[in-house]
């Protein structure tokens, strides 16, 4: 059974940085794509970033400059550097992987940016 394994959240005082990463576990062929989600209360769940399996990037224009993904192919990982952290930014992220077959999310991991 794969599952996607987050860590990296935590509570951080505005203008710091967090890294998150999230690793696949179990045997999963190389996802088209991975990406970074997140969720705040009331909200409905936005892309925060997102990786090709051939490097392509895109982000959400709200972190544009603040946000880098970055992804190891051969260990099925994903990587959120955040900096410059908003109280905005405050929400649940979520990890996602999409294969031909398949569609896999992480459980979420709670990041909160303090004022």
């Known amino acids: 059974q794969v599952q996607l394994v987050e860590s990296g959240g935590g509570l951080v005082q505005a203008g710091g940085l967090l890294r998150l990463s999230c690793a696949a576990s179990?045997?999963?062929?190389?996802?088209?794509?991975m990406g970074w989600y997140r969720q705040a209360p009331g909200n409905q769940r936005e892309l925060v970033a997102g990786?090709?399996?051939?490097?392509?990037?895109n982000y959400a224009e709200s972190v544009k400059g603040r946000f880098t993904i970055s992804s190891v192919n051969s260990k099925n990982t994903v990587y959120l550097q955040m900096s410059s952290l908003k109280p905005e930014d405050t929400a649940v992220y979520y990890c996602?992987?999409?294969?031909?077959?398949?569609?896999?999310w992480g459980q979420g991991t709670q990041v909160t940016v303090s004022s």
């Open positions: 990786i090709t399996s051939g490097g392509r990037t």
């Open positions: 179990g045997s999963i062929s190389l996802p088209n794509a």
């Open positions: 996602n992987a999409r294969g031909l077959e398949y569609d896999f």
